[in-house]
Protein backbone atom coordinates (compact mmCIF):
# COMPACT_ATOMS: atom_id res chain seq x y z
CA UNK A 1 0.00 0.00 0.00
CA UNK A 2 1.36 3.18 -0.58
CA UNK A 3 0.84 6.05 1.61
CA UNK A 4 0.97 9.70 0.76
CA UNK A 5 0.56 13.04 2.40
CA UNK A 6 -1.89 15.95 0.99
CA UNK A 7 -2.75 19.59 1.94
CA UNK A 8 -5.46 21.78 0.45
CA UNK A 9 -9.16 22.68 0.46
CA UNK A 10 -10.78 19.50 1.39
CA UNK A 11 -13.95 19.78 -0.68
CA UNK A 12 -11.58 20.05 -3.95
CA UNK A 13 -10.20 17.29 -3.31
CA UNK A 14 -10.35 14.65 -6.06
CA UNK A 15 -9.86 11.01 -4.27
CA UNK A 16 -12.40 7.59 -4.40
CA UNK A 17 -12.93 8.60 -0.94
CA UNK A 18 -12.36 11.18 2.03
CA UNK A 19 -12.96 9.09 5.42
CA UNK A 20 -14.11 11.55 8.09
CA UNK A 21 -14.15 10.40 11.71
CA UNK A 22 -16.92 11.69 14.02
CA UNK A 23 -17.38 11.69 17.72
CA UNK A 24 -20.70 11.38 19.07
CA UNK A 25 -21.47 14.33 20.93
CA UNK A 26 -23.49 15.15 17.85
CA UNK A 27 -21.91 18.13 17.08
CA UNK A 28 -19.21 18.15 13.83
CA UNK A 29 -15.81 19.24 14.25
CA UNK A 30 -13.08 19.84 12.18
CA UNK A 31 -12.81 18.12 9.14
CA UNK A 32 -16.87 16.50 9.65
CA UNK A 33 -17.94 20.44 9.84
CA UNK A 34 -16.01 21.52 6.99
CA UNK A 35 -17.24 18.75 4.63
CA UNK A 36 -21.17 19.66 6.05
CA UNK A 37 -20.36 22.69 4.86
CA UNK A 38 -19.66 22.15 1.23
CA UNK A 39 -22.39 19.82 1.07
CA UNK A 40 -25.26 21.90 2.67
CA UNK A 41 -25.95 20.23 5.37
CA UNK A 42 -25.72 16.54 4.45
CA UNK A 43 -23.64 14.84 6.48
CA UNK A 44 -25.64 16.69 9.59
CA UNK A 45 -28.71 15.19 7.79
CA UNK A 46 -27.58 11.80 8.39
CA UNK A 47 -26.62 12.00 12.06
CA UNK A 48 -29.95 13.88 12.70
CA UNK A 49 -31.78 10.67 10.98
CA UNK A 50 -29.66 8.37 13.47
CA UNK A 51 -27.58 6.55 10.07
CA UNK A 52 -24.70 7.58 12.29
CA UNK A 53 -23.93 8.87 15.93
CA UNK A 54 -20.51 8.84 16.49
CA UNK A 55 -20.53 5.78 18.60
CA UNK A 56 -17.39 3.74 18.01
CA UNK A 57 -17.45 0.74 15.41
CA UNK A 58 -20.30 2.95 13.14
CA UNK A 59 -19.80 3.74 9.77
CA UNK A 60 -21.79 5.28 6.93
CA UNK A 61 -20.62 5.48 3.12
CA UNK A 62 -22.18 8.62 1.58
CA UNK A 63 -21.84 8.57 -2.42
CA UNK A 64 -21.50 11.69 -4.60
CA UNK A 65 -22.14 14.75 -2.35
CA UNK A 66 -22.96 17.76 -3.92
CA UNK A 67 -20.33 20.54 -3.60
CA UNK A 68 -17.54 17.68 -2.64
CA UNK A 69 -14.90 16.62 -5.21
CA UNK A 70 -14.47 13.16 -4.04
CA UNK A 71 -16.67 10.37 -4.80
CA UNK A 72 -17.27 9.38 -1.73
CA UNK A 73 -16.89 10.29 1.99
CA UNK A 74 -17.08 7.49 4.83
CA UNK A 75 -18.10 8.90 7.66
CA UNK A 76 -16.58 6.44 11.01
CA UNK A 77 -17.62 7.12 14.84
CA UNK A 78 -14.79 7.01 17.74
CA UNK A 79 -17.36 7.89 20.30
CA UNK A 80 -15.86 10.68 22.91
CA UNK A 81 -13.37 13.02 22.52
CA UNK A 82 -12.17 12.89 25.97
CA UNK A 83 -11.77 8.77 25.69
CA UNK A 84 -10.44 8.79 22.41
CA UNK A 85 -6.68 6.30 23.24
CA UNK A 86 -4.59 4.57 21.07
CA UNK A 87 -6.84 1.24 21.81
CA UNK A 88 -10.02 2.99 20.22
CA UNK A 89 -7.80 5.04 17.71
CA UNK A 90 -6.52 1.56 16.20
CA UNK A 91 -10.25 0.22 16.34
CA UNK A 92 -11.42 3.13 14.55
CA UNK A 93 -8.54 2.91 11.35
CA UNK A 94 -9.31 -1.29 11.42
CA UNK A 95 -12.75 -0.45 11.19
CA UNK A 96 -12.30 2.20 8.47
CA UNK A 97 -9.98 -0.41 6.33
CA UNK A 98 -12.17 -3.03 6.73
CA UNK A 99 -14.51 -1.04 5.02
CA UNK A 100 -12.35 0.36 2.33
CA UNK A 101 -10.74 -3.46 1.51
CA UNK A 102 -14.24 -4.54 0.40
CA UNK A 103 -15.30 -1.25 -1.52
CA UNK A 104 -15.00 0.18 -4.62
CA UNK A 105 -12.13 3.02 -4.63
CA UNK A 106 -8.89 3.06 -5.40
CA UNK A 107 -7.47 5.21 -2.89
CA UNK A 108 -8.70 7.14 -0.01
CA UNK A 109 -7.96 10.19 2.13
CA UNK A 110 -7.64 10.21 5.99
CA UNK A 111 -8.47 13.23 7.39
CA UNK A 112 -7.72 12.25 11.05
CA UNK A 113 -4.53 14.47 11.61
CA UNK A 114 -6.72 16.87 14.39
CA UNK A 115 -8.06 14.10 16.20
CA UNK A 116 -7.12 14.10 19.74
CA UNK A 117 -5.50 10.82 20.64
CA UNK A 118 -4.44 10.80 24.15
CA UNK A 119 -0.25 11.34 24.57
CA UNK A 120 0.25 11.59 20.99
CA UNK A 121 1.36 14.31 19.00
CA UNK A 122 0.86 14.62 15.04
CA UNK A 123 4.06 12.33 14.30
CA UNK A 124 3.14 9.39 16.42
CA UNK A 125 -0.78 9.57 15.42
CA UNK A 126 0.36 9.37 11.74
CA UNK A 127 2.46 6.75 12.97
CA UNK A 128 0.13 4.50 14.37
CA UNK A 129 -2.28 4.73 11.55
CA UNK A 130 0.13 3.64 9.01
CA UNK A 131 1.03 0.80 11.10
CA UNK A 132 -2.47 -0.76 12.40
CA UNK A 133 -3.42 0.23 8.64
CA UNK A 134 -0.89 -2.40 7.42
CA UNK A 135 -1.28 -4.57 9.83
CA UNK A 136 -5.32 -5.18 8.55
CA UNK A 137 -4.12 -5.26 5.03
CA UNK A 138 -1.41 -8.00 5.59
CA UNK A 139 -2.35 -11.45 4.11
CA UNK A 140 -0.33 -14.67 4.04
CA UNK A 141 -1.67 -16.67 1.08
CA UNK A 142 1.27 -18.19 0.18
CA UNK A 143 0.54 -21.64 0.33
CA UNK A 144 -3.65 -21.49 -0.56
CA UNK A 145 -3.84 -22.47 -4.24
CA UNK A 146 -7.07 -19.43 -4.14
CA UNK A 147 -5.13 -16.61 -3.21
CA UNK A 148 -7.13 -13.72 -1.21
CA UNK A 149 -8.84 -11.01 -3.56
CA UNK A 150 -6.61 -8.10 -3.07
CA UNK A 151 -8.61 -5.32 -2.15
CA UNK A 152 -9.05 -2.62 -4.88
CA UNK A 153 -7.55 0.33 -2.51
CA UNK A 154 -4.37 1.34 -3.51
CA UNK A 155 -3.02 4.35 -2.32
CA UNK A 156 -3.47 6.00 0.86
CA UNK A 157 -3.10 9.93 1.32
CA UNK A 158 -2.72 11.13 5.02
CA UNK A 159 -4.70 14.90 4.68
CA UNK A 160 -4.18 17.89 6.91
CA UNK A 161 -5.09 21.64 5.83
CA UNK A 162 -2.20 23.12 7.37
CA UNK A 163 1.25 22.97 5.14
CA UNK A 164 3.11 22.79 8.32
CA UNK A 165 2.28 19.69 9.55
CA UNK A 166 4.12 18.44 6.42
CA UNK A 167 7.13 17.35 8.07
CA UNK A 168 5.32 15.59 11.42
CA UNK A 169 2.61 13.75 8.97
CA UNK A 170 5.86 12.64 6.02
CA UNK A 171 7.85 11.63 9.10
CA UNK A 172 5.15 9.40 10.71
CA UNK A 173 4.18 7.77 7.39
CA UNK A 174 8.28 7.14 6.38
CA UNK A 175 8.36 5.53 10.34
CA UNK A 176 5.18 3.60 9.80
CA UNK A 177 5.89 1.78 6.54
CA UNK A 178 9.75 1.30 7.38
CA UNK A 179 8.12 -0.39 10.98
CA UNK A 180 5.70 -2.39 9.19
CA UNK A 181 7.65 -3.37 6.26
CA UNK A 182 9.53 -4.72 9.02
CA UNK A 183 7.00 -6.06 11.29
CA UNK A 184 5.26 -8.15 7.72
CA UNK A 185 8.72 -9.70 7.16
CA UNK A 186 8.56 -10.71 11.06
CA UNK A 187 5.10 -11.93 10.38
CA UNK A 188 5.54 -14.22 7.37
CA UNK A 189 8.95 -15.98 8.25
CA UNK A 190 6.82 -16.65 11.98
CA UNK A 191 3.82 -17.69 9.82
CA UNK A 192 5.71 -20.29 7.55
CA UNK A 193 5.37 -23.83 8.18
CA UNK A 194 8.17 -26.09 10.27
CA UNK A 195 9.34 -28.22 7.03
CA UNK A 196 9.88 -24.88 4.50
CA UNK A 197 11.18 -22.58 7.53
CA UNK A 198 14.04 -24.20 9.10
CA UNK A 199 17.73 -23.23 10.13
CA UNK A 200 19.03 -23.22 6.55
CA UNK A 201 16.12 -21.78 5.35
CA UNK A 202 16.54 -18.39 7.88
CA UNK A 203 19.95 -18.24 6.55
CA UNK A 204 19.02 -18.19 3.39
CA UNK A 205 16.70 -15.67 4.04
CA UNK A 206 18.96 -13.74 5.98
CA UNK A 207 21.48 -13.19 2.83
CA UNK A 208 18.73 -12.35 0.92
CA UNK A 209 17.64 -9.18 3.01
CA UNK A 210 21.65 -8.70 3.06
CA UNK A 211 20.97 -8.11 -1.01
CA UNK A 212 18.10 -5.80 -0.32
CA UNK A 213 19.78 -4.09 2.11
CA UNK A 214 23.80 -3.52 1.12
CA UNK A 215 23.87 -1.87 4.61
CA UNK A 216 23.86 -4.80 5.75
CA UNK A 217 26.57 -7.45 6.88
CA UNK A 218 25.53 -11.02 7.30
CA UNK A 219 27.73 -14.13 8.30
CA UNK A 220 26.73 -17.43 8.86
CA UNK A 221 28.26 -19.93 11.09
CA UNK A 222 27.23 -23.83 10.90
CA UNK A 223 28.06 -26.37 13.61
CA UNK A 224 31.66 -26.78 12.54
CA UNK A 225 31.95 -22.99 13.40
CA UNK A 226 30.08 -23.25 16.61
CA UNK A 227 31.94 -26.59 17.74
CA UNK A 228 35.11 -24.53 17.39
CA UNK A 229 33.92 -21.69 19.03
CA UNK A 230 33.06 -24.56 22.54
CA UNK A 231 29.08 -23.64 21.70
CA UNK A 232 28.09 -27.25 23.46
CA UNK A 233 24.53 -25.76 24.47
CA UNK A 234 23.29 -24.62 21.63
CA UNK A 235 24.86 -27.73 19.59
CA UNK A 236 22.66 -30.44 22.07
CA UNK A 237 19.56 -29.03 21.05
CA UNK A 238 20.23 -29.30 17.34
CA UNK A 239 21.73 -32.96 18.34
CA UNK A 240 18.38 -34.88 17.70
CA UNK A 241 17.85 -32.82 14.20
CA UNK A 242 18.65 -33.98 10.74
CA UNK A 243 18.39 -29.86 10.27
CA UNK A 244 21.51 -28.27 11.23
CA UNK A 245 21.98 -25.95 13.37
CA UNK A 246 22.84 -22.03 12.22
CA UNK A 247 23.69 -18.78 14.06
CA UNK A 248 23.33 -15.54 12.11
CA UNK A 249 24.85 -12.67 12.50
CA UNK A 250 23.65 -9.64 10.87
CA UNK A 251 25.92 -6.06 11.63
CA UNK A 252 24.34 -3.08 10.15
CA UNK A 253 26.98 0.24 10.71
CA UNK A 254 24.62 3.44 10.60
CA UNK A 255 26.79 5.35 13.67
CA UNK A 256 30.66 6.14 13.55
CA UNK A 257 33.22 2.97 13.78
CA UNK A 258 33.34 3.35 17.63
CA UNK A 259 29.81 3.41 18.60
CA UNK A 260 29.18 0.13 20.58
CA UNK A 261 26.52 -2.03 18.80
CA UNK A 262 23.28 -2.15 20.59
CA UNK A 263 22.77 -6.10 19.94
CA UNK A 264 19.38 -8.34 19.60
CA UNK A 265 19.89 -12.19 19.79
CA UNK A 266 16.63 -13.94 18.49
CA UNK A 267 15.75 -17.28 19.48
CA UNK A 268 15.33 -19.40 16.33
CA UNK A 269 13.83 -22.85 17.14
CA UNK A 270 12.03 -23.61 13.90
CA UNK A 271 9.94 -26.06 15.56
CA UNK A 272 10.12 -27.11 18.79
CA UNK A 273 8.92 -30.73 19.77
CA UNK A 274 10.37 -30.54 22.90
CA UNK A 275 12.73 -33.41 21.75
CA UNK A 276 13.48 -36.03 24.65
CA UNK A 277 10.93 -34.86 26.96
CA UNK A 278 8.49 -34.79 24.30
CA UNK A 279 5.21 -32.38 24.16
CA UNK A 280 1.62 -33.90 24.04
CA UNK A 281 0.28 -33.53 21.10
CA UNK A 282 -2.05 -30.78 21.12
CA UNK A 283 -1.93 -28.00 18.95
CA UNK A 284 2.07 -28.63 18.83
CA UNK A 285 1.76 -26.53 15.37
CA UNK A 286 2.08 -23.75 17.22
CA UNK A 287 6.02 -24.77 17.97
CA UNK A 288 6.62 -23.49 14.32
CA UNK A 289 6.19 -20.28 15.72
CA UNK A 290 9.43 -20.95 18.53
CA UNK A 291 11.57 -18.83 16.31
CA UNK A 292 9.62 -15.48 16.48
CA UNK A 293 12.24 -14.03 18.14
CA UNK A 294 14.78 -14.62 15.75
CA UNK A 295 11.89 -13.14 13.24
CA UNK A 296 12.00 -10.24 15.33
CA UNK A 297 15.86 -9.71 14.55
CA UNK A 298 14.94 -9.93 10.83
CA UNK A 299 12.23 -7.50 11.13
CA UNK A 300 13.73 -5.10 13.46
CA UNK A 301 17.22 -5.01 11.02
CA UNK A 302 14.71 -4.12 8.00
CA UNK A 303 13.21 -1.72 10.15
CA UNK A 304 16.01 -0.01 11.19
CA UNK A 305 18.26 0.07 8.07
CA UNK A 306 15.21 1.25 6.10
CA UNK A 307 15.02 3.97 8.81
CA UNK A 308 19.15 4.75 8.19
CA UNK A 309 19.23 4.83 11.94
CA UNK A 310 23.02 6.34 13.00
CA UNK A 311 23.68 3.82 15.31
CA UNK A 312 25.44 0.65 15.01
CA UNK A 313 22.94 -2.79 15.37
CA UNK A 314 24.18 -6.82 15.66
CA UNK A 315 21.65 -9.28 15.10
CA UNK A 316 22.14 -12.64 16.35
CA UNK A 317 19.82 -15.56 15.72
CA UNK A 318 20.61 -18.55 17.50
CA UNK A 319 18.30 -21.41 14.64
CA UNK A 320 17.80 -25.15 15.47
CA UNK A 321 15.38 -27.51 14.78
CA UNK A 322 14.33 -29.38 18.56
CA UNK A 323 13.15 -33.27 17.77
CA UNK A 324 13.99 -36.42 19.56
CA UNK A 325 15.89 -39.40 17.69
CA UNK A 326 18.38 -41.62 18.83
CA UNK A 327 21.44 -38.96 19.07
CA UNK A 328 18.64 -36.54 20.95
CA UNK A 329 19.96 -34.64 23.93
CA UNK A 330 18.53 -36.89 26.70
CA UNK A 331 17.48 -35.85 30.13
CA UNK A 332 20.36 -36.07 32.66
CA UNK A 333 23.10 -35.71 30.18
CA UNK A 334 25.49 -32.49 31.10
CA UNK A 335 26.60 -30.05 28.68
CA UNK A 336 29.31 -27.95 28.04
CA UNK A 337 28.68 -23.83 27.06
CA UNK A 338 30.48 -21.60 25.46
CA UNK A 339 31.33 -19.65 29.03
CA UNK A 340 32.67 -22.95 30.26
CA UNK A 341 29.70 -23.37 33.13
CA UNK A 342 28.18 -27.05 32.45
CA UNK A 343 24.50 -27.43 32.19
CA UNK A 344 22.44 -30.30 33.29
CA UNK A 345 20.08 -30.53 30.84
CA UNK A 346 16.79 -32.46 33.25
CA UNK A 347 14.15 -31.13 30.58
CA UNK A 348 15.09 -31.04 26.94
CA UNK A 349 11.73 -29.32 26.40
CA UNK A 350 13.71 -26.11 28.14
CA UNK A 351 15.94 -25.54 25.14
CA UNK A 352 15.38 -21.99 24.50
CA UNK A 353 17.97 -21.32 27.12
CA UNK A 354 20.24 -23.75 25.83
CA UNK A 355 20.75 -22.01 22.54
CA UNK A 356 20.37 -18.30 23.82
CA UNK A 357 23.08 -18.39 26.17
CA UNK A 358 25.78 -19.50 23.64
CA UNK A 359 24.94 -17.05 21.49
CA UNK A 360 24.79 -14.22 24.51
CA UNK A 361 28.42 -15.20 25.43
CA UNK A 362 28.82 -14.45 21.46
CA UNK A 363 27.65 -11.25 21.84
CA UNK A 364 30.34 -10.19 24.63
CA UNK A 365 32.54 -9.58 21.69
CA UNK A 366 30.65 -6.83 20.08
CA UNK A 367 31.25 -5.04 23.38
CA UNK A 368 27.92 -3.73 22.94
CA UNK A 369 26.18 -0.72 24.33
CA UNK A 370 22.78 -3.52 25.29
CA UNK A 371 22.34 -6.47 24.54
CA UNK A 372 18.20 -7.59 24.06
CA UNK A 373 17.13 -10.64 23.45
CA UNK A 374 13.62 -11.45 22.45
CA UNK A 375 12.68 -15.22 22.79
CA UNK A 376 9.30 -17.39 23.11
CA UNK A 377 10.76 -19.10 26.25
CA UNK A 378 7.98 -20.07 28.87
CA UNK A 379 4.05 -21.22 28.69
CA UNK A 380 4.56 -19.83 32.19
CA UNK A 381 4.86 -16.00 30.82
CA UNK A 382 1.28 -16.47 29.05
CA UNK A 383 -0.41 -17.52 32.48
CA UNK A 384 1.57 -14.79 33.70
CA UNK A 385 0.84 -12.22 31.31
CA UNK A 386 -1.58 -13.37 29.02
CA UNK A 387 -1.35 -12.27 25.18
CA UNK A 388 -1.16 -8.71 25.32
CA UNK A 389 2.22 -8.12 27.60
CA UNK A 390 5.74 -8.69 26.79
CA UNK A 391 7.41 -10.18 29.77
CA UNK A 392 10.75 -7.98 30.38
CA UNK A 393 13.19 -9.33 32.71
CA UNK A 394 16.81 -7.80 32.88
CA UNK A 395 20.04 -6.73 34.59
CA UNK A 396 20.23 -2.66 34.26
CA UNK A 397 17.31 -0.64 35.08
CA UNK A 398 18.24 2.23 32.90
CA UNK A 399 17.35 -0.39 29.89
CA UNK A 400 14.69 -1.94 31.54
CA UNK A 401 13.03 1.46 31.86
CA UNK A 402 14.29 2.41 28.31
CA UNK A 403 12.09 -0.69 27.09
CA UNK A 404 9.36 0.01 29.19
CA UNK A 405 9.04 3.47 27.65
CA UNK A 406 9.69 2.61 24.20
CA UNK A 407 6.55 -0.33 24.80
CA UNK A 408 4.40 2.66 25.51
CA UNK A 409 5.02 4.92 22.67
CA UNK A 410 5.26 1.82 19.75
CA UNK A 411 1.58 1.02 21.79
CA UNK A 412 3.49 -2.78 22.20
CA UNK A 413 3.82 -2.74 25.71
CA UNK A 414 5.99 -5.05 27.99
CA UNK A 415 6.07 -5.07 31.97
CA UNK A 416 8.70 -6.05 33.67
CA UNK A 417 8.88 -9.44 36.51
CA UNK A 418 11.51 -9.07 38.93
CA UNK A 419 14.94 -11.14 38.59
CA UNK A 420 15.85 -10.89 42.17
CA UNK A 421 18.61 -13.54 43.53
CA UNK A 422 16.11 -15.79 45.83
CA UNK A 423 15.08 -17.16 42.46
CA UNK A 424 18.66 -18.41 41.31
CA UNK A 425 18.64 -21.14 43.88
CA UNK A 426 15.99 -22.91 41.86
CA UNK A 427 18.59 -23.54 39.50
CA UNK A 428 20.96 -25.18 41.87
CA UNK A 429 22.03 -28.70 40.12
CA UNK A 430 23.84 -31.33 42.25
CA UNK A 431 26.13 -32.48 39.23
CA UNK A 432 26.57 -29.44 36.73
CA UNK A 433 27.04 -25.57 37.30
CA UNK A 434 23.62 -25.30 36.79
CA UNK A 435 20.45 -27.28 35.70
CA UNK A 436 18.11 -26.03 32.89
CA UNK A 437 15.05 -26.06 35.21
CA UNK A 438 13.78 -24.22 37.81
CA UNK A 439 11.05 -26.11 38.74
CA UNK A 440 6.61 -25.23 38.65
CA UNK A 441 7.37 -22.07 40.55
CA UNK A 442 7.95 -19.01 38.84
CA UNK A 443 9.29 -20.67 34.96
CA UNK A 444 9.30 -17.27 33.71
CA UNK A 445 11.60 -15.78 36.01
CA UNK A 446 13.75 -18.97 36.85
CA UNK A 447 14.35 -19.16 32.33
CA UNK A 448 15.69 -15.37 32.85
CA UNK A 449 17.80 -16.32 36.12
CA UNK A 450 19.64 -19.31 33.59
CA UNK A 451 19.82 -16.80 30.83
CA UNK A 452 21.59 -13.94 33.33
CA UNK A 453 24.21 -16.06 34.16
CA UNK A 454 25.61 -15.81 30.93
CA UNK A 455 25.12 -11.98 30.79
CA UNK A 456 27.21 -10.46 33.27
CA UNK A 457 29.33 -8.55 30.95
CA UNK A 458 26.91 -6.12 29.38
CA UNK A 459 23.89 -4.66 30.39
CA UNK A 460 21.39 -7.45 29.31
CA UNK A 461 17.23 -7.15 28.75
CA UNK A 462 15.01 -10.48 27.72
CA UNK A 463 11.63 -10.20 26.49
CA UNK A 464 9.59 -13.39 26.41
CA UNK A 465 7.05 -13.37 23.76
CA UNK A 466 5.51 -16.41 24.39
CA UNK A 467 2.24 -14.67 24.34
CA UNK A 468 2.43 -11.87 22.10
CA UNK A 469 3.99 -12.70 19.16
CA UNK A 470 1.19 -14.98 17.37
CA UNK A 471 -2.09 -15.30 17.96
CA UNK A 472 -3.58 -19.27 19.15
CA UNK A 473 -6.18 -21.45 17.57
CA UNK A 474 -9.01 -19.91 15.24
CA UNK A 475 -9.55 -17.63 12.54
CA UNK A 476 -7.30 -14.96 13.10
CA UNK A 477 -4.57 -17.01 13.91
CA UNK A 478 -0.93 -16.05 12.77
CA UNK A 479 2.17 -14.31 13.85
CA UNK A 480 1.69 -10.95 15.09
CA UNK A 481 5.44 -9.36 14.41
CA UNK A 482 5.41 -8.06 17.90
CA UNK A 483 7.74 -6.74 19.71
CA UNK A 484 9.03 -5.49 16.22
CA UNK A 485 7.14 -1.99 17.07
CA UNK A 486 8.66 -1.93 20.61
CA UNK A 487 11.94 -2.84 19.79
CA UNK A 488 12.48 -0.22 16.59
CA UNK A 489 11.44 2.35 18.84
CA UNK A 490 13.63 1.59 21.22
CA UNK A 491 16.60 1.94 19.19
CA UNK A 492 14.84 4.78 17.05
CA UNK A 493 15.14 6.55 20.72
CA UNK A 494 19.01 5.41 21.35
CA UNK A 495 19.52 7.01 18.01
CA UNK A 496 17.99 10.71 18.70
CA UNK A 497 16.58 10.96 15.55
N1 LIG B 1 8.79 -22.81 23.23
C1 LIG B 1 8.44 -23.23 24.53
C2 LIG B 1 7.64 -22.17 25.30
C3 LIG B 1 6.23 -21.94 24.82
C4 LIG B 1 5.24 -22.85 25.10
C5 LIG B 1 5.92 -20.79 24.15
C6 LIG B 1 3.95 -22.62 24.67
C7 LIG B 1 4.63 -20.55 23.75
C8 LIG B 1 3.64 -21.47 23.99
C9 LIG B 1 9.68 -23.55 25.36
O1 LIG B 1 10.72 -24.10 24.65
C10 LIG B 1 9.26 -24.55 26.37
O2 LIG B 1 8.93 -25.64 25.99
N2 LIG B 1 9.29 -24.15 27.64
C11 LIG B 1 8.91 -25.01 28.69
C12 LIG B 1 9.91 -24.85 29.79
C13 LIG B 1 9.77 -25.87 30.88
C14 LIG B 1 10.16 -27.24 30.36
C15 LIG B 1 10.68 -25.48 32.03
C16 LIG B 1 7.51 -24.58 29.16
O3 LIG B 1 7.23 -23.38 29.16
O4 LIG B 1 6.72 -25.46 29.46
MN1 LIG C 1 10.58 -26.19 24.48
ZN1 LIG D 1 10.83 -23.60 22.67
Redesign the pocket.
Known sequence: MEFNVKHGTLETMKTGCVVVAINESGKLAGAAAELDRACGGQISLAVKHGDISGKPGQTLMLFGLPGISAQRVLLAGYGKDEELNDRSFRKLVQKVIAVLKDGGATDALFTFAALPVKQRDLYSRTRLLVETARESLYQFDQFKSKKATKPRLKKVLMWSADKSDADALTRGVAHGQAISDGTDLTRTLGNLPGNVCTPTFLAKEAKVLGKQHPELDIEILDEKDMKALGMGSLLSVSAGSAEPAKLIRFSYQGGKPKDQPHVLVG?G?TF?T?GI?L?PGAGMD??K??MCGAATVFGVLKAAVSMRLPINIVGLVAAAE?MPSSTATKPGDIVTSMSGQTIEVL?T????RLVLCDALTYAERFKPASVVDI????????VALGSHTTGLLGNNDELIGKLLDAGKQSDDRAWQLPLFDEYQEQLDSPFADIA???GPKA?TI??ACFLSRFTKAYPWAHLDI??T?WI?GGKEKGATGRPVPLLTQYLLNQAQV
Open positions: KIDGSKEMYDNNDAEGATLTGACINIGGTAAGAS
